[in-house]
């Protein structure tokens, strides 16, 4: 058989066996084929600044010495037992030490599965069926996850609208959609609808921030009205600061999901919250009534759990996180400055540590406002960006702690050229 050797080849072998051609996450048309560092290099052998960072958890960059060493000891020792492991153990221990509203956590794959069980958690604590969650707001796959994410057209609060095939009327009859940002809404509907178990909520949605004050007032809802807070900390745990979102708001949610980071780079995520809520996952405590199935193959995996106490190991040490900040103010001003020199409105939208910019003069707050007066010159900003050697996604760009001068370097020449390009257009 002759060896493919081209992106090319590659991507037409996709086609045969792949829909559209791809994973269903990035875009098909390039193939990595190996990453280093803060680099990832194609099937061609192009080289790129990687600022998609497998969609968050490489935080430390790819192939980080100390988190290969922990993963080469682990796999002679075996790689998954469909049963209690001690590393598995000793992750739990350290991110219920970590992270604030965990007393007790459960082990999933994947992140969209943590926030689906987050969801029939909050349904089997409270006895309620409805779910509130802000237009926008990414969740992952599931039926409730996929209402609202990111609706074609626009329709009035709080009907949800389904982003996905397949969805029966009946989930959307169980979700109310409210807009970011926006706390008298929350607190209309909160008052119009007993019965809600929980509101879902990002808290960096996508890359808006929430305006000050406004999780302390959703926190504050949801005591009034006997209504559990879920923090989607997929992205954010442990990215925003050791402690997610939790640490860095002050704001404890009822229950929480973690993902990307982690695992290290593994498959593993996970849900947590307080004992008490908990034990629904204990039939001997709840009874059969109340219990809450849940269980995975992969889940509490010992090689993800290695992969994942080292990179949590590492963040820990001293300065960490000053430096992932520092790097990601970098960043933002490379882009602000060359627009501004260029007279280009926009906006950077995000926390230091996500974000990204939108060709707007508008203050981005919710799904609606965050958006770019022209699409098109996004499109051309981000394929120069890709031409000059830059791997990001359209609407997000991930720092990690690898980025170097010569990737500084490379993203400011690559900013030169893609405002240039927009600029003569």
Known sequence: MQRLTTQADWIARAHKVLPAGGFGNFDPGIVIARGEGSRVWDEDGKEYVDYLIGSGPMLLGHGHPEVMEAVLEQLPRGMTFFANNARGIELAEAIVEAVPCCE????????????????????????????????????????????????????????????????????????????????????????????????????????????????????????????????????????????????????????CTLGKIIGGGFPLAALGASAEIMQHFDKAAVGAEKWLMQLGTLSGNPVAAVAGLKTMEILRREGSYDRLRSIGRRLQEIQSEALSQAGIPHRICGDETLFDLYFTQDKCRDYRSARHDDPARNDTYNAVLREHGIFKAPGKLYPSLAVTEADFDQTRAAVAAAVRAIGAG
């Open 104 to 255: 007790q956590v459960r082990f999933v794959a994947s992140g969209g599965e943590a926030d689906m069980y987050a969801i029939r958690l909050a349904r089997a604590h409270t006895g309620r069926d409805r779910i509130l969650k802000f237009e926008g707001g990414y969740h992952g796959m599931s039926a409730e996850a996929q209402m609202s994410l990111a609706p074609a057209t626009r329709v009035n609060f709080p009907q949800a609208v389904p982003d996905s095939a397949g969805i029966p009327q009946g989930v959307a009859d169980q979700m109310l959609i409210a807009p970011f940002n926006d706390l008298a809404a929350v607190e209309a509907l909160l008052a119009e609808h007993r019965d809600v178990a929980a509101i879902i909520v990002e808290p960096l949605q996508r890359i808006i921030p929430a305006e000050p004050g406004y999780l302390q007032g959703l926190r504050a809802l949801c005591d009034k009205y006997h209504v559990l807070l879920i923090f989607d900390e997929i992205v954010t745990g442990f990215r925003l600061a050791y402690g997610g979102a939790q640490e860095r708001y002050g704001v404890v949610p009822d229950i």
